[in-house]
């Protein structure tokens, strides 16, 4: 909706339905994908889920006071029968069978989106989150670019270079990483509070890419994801619970969705069974990176002088702490049925110097 009648009438302003209030710099770009039902949609999804977010988040920080008073996370005996039970997740869809190399980057900009999609890589990680600094203006040309790949229609024109971009005939299979549940979206207000970024990022996107995976006709055909940051089971339900409803108003088979989980926090390590058993049907594994699990374990043991850490560029995955998280991880999800993934390897080749990127890459 727009602020004012007066401002309606100086400047364009977005199509909103009730209770939606989009306060980010108009563009007609902007607008094509941030349409009244788009809008609706990503509401629809706060309204039924900021409850179970709330509580989750709320969740997160009394655990982290537990730790701080002294209390070590652990296997939950709640969830004793969900860790030895004999269950599995639903098959590896053939559309994803093959990950064996994925590259990741942001969503923004342009150029990059075609270069990763054409790079030979099996599987793009478009991101988001920490690969994306979260300005309006990126993640709305994030998701502009995003849909026109999906639709296999995204071209670029760099005028310094003379040169077009687009896509090859065989391009690697999107996935898209939203922010986690943890961080708003300033620019977006439903019901007068701030979006949930997270949502915001998966409802633009799915509603309108998911009719381009139909091809496959049938279950685990897509649209894929990633999902970071998270640190407890309850987090994948909510998750789940956001894939069930986004289905069933696409009229789509449950279980086309699917996404594989960063396990990347302290937490999360003694959650993968569980993480897995409430994705079941919309699983595509686990991922198991570095940077991000070393921090939450320096933010997890703050206030234990006992678990201090060196610098963490020399804590590598060899440590036995690391080898050990890595190991549980691809433990788990060969007994559950699904993809162990490793991390990304933070290196950049670099150009027309390949006696260089041999030496990188021989470090990593």
């Given at each position: 909706?727009?602020?004012?009648?007066?401002?309606?009438?100086?400047?364009?302003?977005?199509?909103?339905?009730?209770?939606?209030?989009?306060?980010?710099?108009?563009?007609?770009?902007?607008?094509?994908?941030?349409?009244?039902?788009?809008?609706?949609?990503?509401?629809?999804?706060?309204?039924?889920?900021r409850g179970a977010v709330r509580y989750a988040m709320e969740q997160r920080r009394e655990a982290q006071r537990r730790y701080d008073a002294g209390e070590l996370p652990r296997f939950d005996p709640a969830t004793r029968s969900v860790r030895e039970g004999g269950w599995k997740c639903a098959p590896v869809p053939p559309a994803v069978a093959d990950r064996t190399v994925e590259i990741t980057g942001p969503a923004e900009p342009r150029k990059m989106v075609i270069n990763a999609l054409n790079s030979g890589a099996k599987v793009f990680m478009a991101d988001f989150e920490d690969a994306l600094s979260p300005t309006w203006e990126n993640l709305m040309h994030g998701q502009v670019n995003l849909r026109d790949a999906v639709a296999g229609t995204i071209s670029f024109r760099d005028a310094a270079r003379g040169r077009e971009y687009k896509l090859n005939d065989r391009t690697a299979k999107l996935f898209v990483r939203p922010r986690g549940w943890h961080l708003p979206e300033a620019h977006v207000l439903i019901d007068g509070e701030p979006a949930i970024g997270c949502l915001v990022d998966f409802g633009l996107y799915f509603f309108h890419n998911h009719a381009a995976f139909r091809a496959g006709q049938g279950a685990g055909f897509g649209p894929f994801f990633y999902l970071p940051k998270m640190e407890h089971s309850r987090e994948a339900r909510i998750w789940n619970g956001v894939f069930e409803r986004a289905e069933q108003a696409a009229g789509i088979e449950r279980g086309s969705i699917r996404a594989t989980v960063l396990v990347e926090t302290l937490p999360a390590a003694f959650q993968m069974d569980e993480i897995l058993y409430e994705l079941r049907d919309h699983s595509a594994g686990l991922n198991c990176g570095r940077w991000d699990y070393i921090f939450s374990y320096v933010k997890t043991f703050r206030a234990h002088p006992d678990r201090l850490l060196p610098d963490r560029a020399l804590v590598g995955m060899a440590q036995h702490f690391m080898r050990s998280y890595s190991h549980l991880l691809i433990r788990t999800c060969h007994r559950r049925g699904v993809h162990a993934m490793g991390g990304m390897a933070a290196q950049i080749p670099i150009k027309d110097d390949t006696a260089a990127n041999e030496r990188r890459w021989s470090w990593c």
């Amino acid at each position: 909706m727009c602020a004012s009648v007066t401002a309606a009438a100086a400047a364009p302003c977005y199509d909103a339905p009730e209770g939606v209030d989009v306060r980010g710099r108009y563009d007609p770009a902007f607008a094509s994908v941030l349409t009244r039902d788009a809008l609706a949609f990503v509401a629809a999804l706060q309204r039924e889920f900021r409850g179970a977010v709330r509580y989750a988040m709320e969740q997160r920080r009394e655990a982290q006071r537990r730790y701080d008073a002294g209390e070590l996370p652990r296997f939950d005996p709640a969830t004793r029968s969900v860790r030895e039970g004999g269950w599995k997740c639903a098959p590896v869809p053939p559309a994803v069978a093959d990950r064996t190399v994925e590259i990741t980057g942001p969503a923004e900009p342009r150029k990059m989106v075609i270069n990763a999609l054409n790079s030979g890589a099996k599987v793009f990680m478009a991101d988001f989150e920490d690969a994306l600094s979260p300005t309006w203006e990126n993640l709305m040309h994030g998701q502009v670019n995003l849909r026109d790949a999906v639709a296999g229609t995204i071209s670029f024109r760099d005028a310094a270079r003379g040169r077009e971009y687009k896509l090859n005939d065989r391009t690697a299979k999107l996935f898209v990483r939203p922010r986690g549940w943890h961080l708003p979206e300033a620019h977006v207000l439903i019901d007068g509070e701030p979006a949930i970024g997270c949502l915001v990022d998966f409802g633009l996107y799915f509603f309108h890419n998911h009719a381009a995976f139909r091809a496959g006709q049938g279950a685990g055909f897509g649209p894929f994801f990633y999902l970071p940051k998270m640190e407890h089971s309850r987090e994948a339900r909510i998750w789940n619970g956001v894939f069930e409803r986004a289905e069933q108003a696409a009229g789509i088979e449950r279980g086309s969705i699917r996404a594989t989980v960063l396990v990347e926090t302290l937490p999360a390590a003694f959650q993968m069974d569980e993480i897995l058993y409430e994705l079941r049907d919309h699983s595509a594994g686990l991922n198991c990176g570095r940077w991000d699990y070393i921090f939450s374990y320096v933010k997890t043991f703050r206030a234990h002088p006992d678990r201090l850490l060196p610098d963490r560029a020399l804590v590598g995955m060899a440590q036995h702490f690391m080898r050990s998280y890595s190991h549980l991880l691809i433990r788990t999800c060969h007994r559950r049925g699904v993809h162990a993934m490793g991390g990304m390897a933070a290196q950049i080749p670099i150009k027309d110097d390949t006696a260089a990127n041999e030496r990188r890459w021989s470090w990593c």
